[in-house]
């Protein structure tokens, strides 16, 4: 469901798929090759959260721009049941499952946050870094390896949200 708040109007490139299960309201950009799945809610009624290209916001996550915009980076992916509250997310980032982001945290490029963990208000996690636990700590920098699996996990949700949308899902 695509909804309008006042003047606050999705905007969502052609390419970009967004589940009909999913609730989008406000001032939120999608950009190219992006996709939201069921259950996803992105609300931007007070602030604007602006997505990149081949990122996606998967089943059950919550995306909220309520202290502050919410900018997300190119090839990211927010994996199932996480909590969106943070102002940014770098690109090429991979958000753990049931990840909690607080209120204006923010992670750089090239990084890992684990699942179940919890960013705090205000943190920031660096450039190319692995961070787990509640509250999170940088554990370590991020091998190629790592990066490669970020890419390709982001590339696969280009592919499947392509298929849904020949579909017509």
Same mark, same amino acid.
């Given at each position: 469901?695509?909804?309008? #708040? ?34 996803? =809610? #992105?609300?931007?009624?007070? *602030?604007? /959260? @602006? ?10 996550? !919550? !995306?909220?721009?309520? $202290?502050?915009? =919410? ?20 690109? @090429? ?7 909690? &982001?607080?209120?204006?945290?923010? /992670?750089?490029? *090239? ?7 919890? !960013?705090?208000?205000? *943190? ?5 870094? #692995?961070?787990?636990? /509640? ?6 920098? &991020?091998?190629? @390896? ?9 590339? $696969? ?6 298929? $849904? ?5």
């Amino acid at each position: 469901m695509i909804r309008e #708040l006042g003047e606050r109007k999705p905007k969502i490139a052609e390419s970009a798929f967004v589940s009909e299960a999913a609730y989008v309201v406000g001032d939120v950009e999608i950009g190219e090759n992006s996709s939201v799945w069921p259950g996803a =809610v #992105l609300r931007a009624d007070q *602030f604007r /959260i @602006q997505i990149g290209s081949d990122s996606n916001i998967q089943d059950n996550c !919550v !995306v909220h721009a309520g $202290f502050s915009d =919410v900018a997300i980076g190119n090839h990211v992916t927010i994996a199932h049941g996480s909590m969106i509250h943070c102002a940014r997310i770098g690109n @090429q980032v991979l958000i753990g499952m049931h990840a909690v &982001l607080n209120n204006q945290s923010e /992670i750089d490029d *090239f990084c890992m946050i684990g699942a179940y963990s919890m !960013v705090r208000d205000h *943190f920031k996690v660096p450039t190319r870094s #692995l961070a787990i636990g /509640i509250p999170v700590r940088v554990v370590r920098a &991020l091998n190629d @390896q790592e990066l490669e699996r970020i890419l390709s996990g982001s590339n $696969f949700y280009v592919e499947l949200a392509k298929e $849904f949308k020949k579909f017509g899902l």
